[in-house]
């Protein structure tokens, strides 16, 4: 019997497996989890025992890997059944009292649940607050770029007296001069390759005075 069920239990993961390398991504993931949770209480119902009693405390790596790849919702929900499957079964595991399951399994998946659903929840909020402010910048960056007729730029000066960029709009940039910044500056440098040769010691004098502080 337990060889059938392992047997059978096998290949069900490995049909997931083929779902996940035909597009059929969370369906599997889903798949995987009822699968997972069946082969921790099947055992457990039909053995009991110290084993059957340790294998319950693992329910709650079917929640972490829930959190790690499915909706937060579902995660709960994944969480939800679990807890109230050991409660609706915690008379009818053979030779492993209720009173065990609520004090030992019950307990300690219930806290590493709860954990970890918290934990997920904090990340993906960090992680959405960061997209937002990468969104929201990079829309500021192109409203600045389509509205200015020339491009706009921010340049920083070394204790060496080197200039070195810090931003340029790289849209109106190559607009305006028919480069891009990296075809014409190597890395953060500025070179002056815009500029005529017989204009570079004018140039540089403005260059000399600014670094000077000087009007």
Partial sequence: TWLV????????????YLLTRKG?????IRALLVLSTAG??????????PGSYNSLFYLFTITLFACTFLPLTTAITSAGIQLTLLIIFSS???????????????????????????????????????NDELSASEERYR?????????????????KGELLHEWITEDSFKRVTGY??????KGENVNLSLFLP???????????QILRNEP
Avoid: C
Wanted: net charge negative.
């Fill in 198 to 208: 017989e204009d570079e010691p004018a140039l540089n004098t403005e260059l000399d």
């Fill in 24 to 28: 059929y991504y969370r369906f599997a």
């Fill in 92 to 130: 009818n595991f053979p030779q492993i009292s209720a009173e065990r399951i609520v004090s030992g399994p019950f307990s300690f998946n219930l806290f590493l649940s709860v954990l970890m659903v918290l934990l997920t929840y904090h990340q993906r909020r960090a992680a959405k607050e960061r």
């Fill in 40 to 49: 921790i209480f099947a055992p457990a119902l039909a053995v009991g025992g």
């Fill in 143 to 159: 409203i600045v770029s389509e509205l200015i007729s020339d491009y706009a730029y921010s340049l920083q000066i070394t204790p």
């Fill in 180 to 185: 891009t910044h990296a075809e014409l500056d």
């Fill in 5 to 16: 069920f392992s047997i059978s239990l096998m290949i069900l993961v490995w049909v997931a």
